[in-house]
T-cell receptor, first 117, second 115 residues
């Protein structure tokens, strides 16, 4: 299994540009989420999904859109990038089902470092 | 909502010493507490977790303790090694049914182990 993969690894945007951060997992996980990590702020939840077709907002959703058309993919869209969105973005996934707590470990991808000029 | 405080923000120890990182949470309904290790340029990796029906859990040199009454939990690393140097994050989540609730993270502790 490749686990959780993210592309691109690095990206530089100009203010106002749009882009999509890609996230995919091959573990058949129902739960997927996006976090941003800023210096001294820890990881903050942007959006999450409990299954295909179901998404919801996290702690800092403004400026970001998500969709979940398949179990495997959970892209994060920036419609009009702003300098405040300069950050490292992590996608994570975990199993959500009937197997019990031992399978609920949340696995993180390697991250995308985004700079908005 | 849940709020997680983590201390200290930086911690420097000599190789072989023990390291302790402490976290407090605000929501008494939180019942799942994972700890993540993040190495430079990588994503966080789960190293140990504990649920609210357990007071302590050990895995080799790593242990986590939970005090539900005081709403705090701690990570203990014994016999530290240079490869333990990383940023450590605690988190709290409400676990309901068969799913894991959203994680609220502390702000992290940068641990440096000096040879």
């Amino acid at each position: 299994n490749a686990g959780v993969t993210q592309t691109p690894k690095f990206q530089v945007l100009k203010t106002g540009q749009s882009m999509t951060l890609q996230c995919a997992q091959d573990m058949n996980h129902e739960y997927m989420s996006w976090y941003r990590q800023d210096p001294g702020m820890g990881l903050r939840l942007i959006h999450y999904s409990v299954g295909a077709g179901i998404t919801d907002q996290g702690e800092v959703p403004n400026g970001y859109n998500v969709s979940r058309s398949t179990t495997e993919d959970f892209p994060l869209r920036l419609l009009s990038a702003a300098p405040s969105q300069t950050s490292v973005y992590f996608c994570a996934s975990s199993y959500q089902g009937l197997a019990g707590p031992s399978t609920d470990t949340q696995y993180f991808g390697p991250g995308t470092r985004l700079t908005v000029l | 909502g849940e709020n997680v405080e983590q201390h200290p923000s930086t911690l420097s120890v000599q190789e072989g010493d023990s390291a302790v990182i402490k976290c407090t949470y605000s929501d008494s309904a939180s019942n799942y507490f994972p700890w993540y290790k993040q190495e430079l340029g990588k994503g966080p990796q789960l190293i140990i977790d504990i649920r609210s029906n357990v007071g302590e859990k050990k895995d080799q040199r790593i242990a986590v303790t939970l005090n539900k009454t005081a709403k705090h939990f701690s990570l203990h690393i014994t016999e530290t090694q240079p490869e333990d140097s990383a940023v450590y994050f605690c988190a709290a989540s409400i676990y309901y049914g068969g799913s894991q609730g959203n994680l609220i993270f502390g702000k992290g502790t940068k641990l440096s182990v000096k040879p």
